[in-house]
């Protein structure tokens, strides 16, 4: 089928992409540091948690914002997390991107 041969042709393309390569390449050397690691990794937790209860409450809490923006101020002083960080916030909008090109495309039919 023509459509699975065009979704293995992107799949392909993304992992070329730079978005793609420079985050792999941000992972690598995230990982090369277990105690940097944890650190992003708890931020990333925080965030979720924060985002799920703005999705379920509707409203923003103050404090968690504020200790998240310090979370986020503390771990960009180090070169390597702000480069992670940077990398994937970038390929989640190619990704963000993608998703929205196609979700546009069958839109009649999906609202």
Do not use: H
Request: hydrophobic share 35%.
């Amino acid at each position: 089928m023509k459509i699975y041969d065009t979704a293995n042709q992107l799949a392909q393309e993304l992992k070329k992409s730079e978005e793609y390569i420079n985050y792999k390449k941000a992972k690598q050397v995230i990982a090369l540091d277990p105690d940097l690691n944890i650190k992003i990794k708890e931020f990333e937790k925080a965030r979720y948690d924060s985002q799920i209860k703005m999705m379920q409450t509707r409203e923003n809490d103050e404090k968690e914002l504020e200790r998240m923006q310090k979370m986020y101020a503390k771990l960009i002083e180090n070169q390597d997390a702000k480069n992670y960080l940077e990398a994937e916030a970038k390929f989640n909008l190619l990704m963000a991107d993608i998703n929205k090109i196609i979700g546009d495309s069958i839109k009649d039919v999906i609202s």
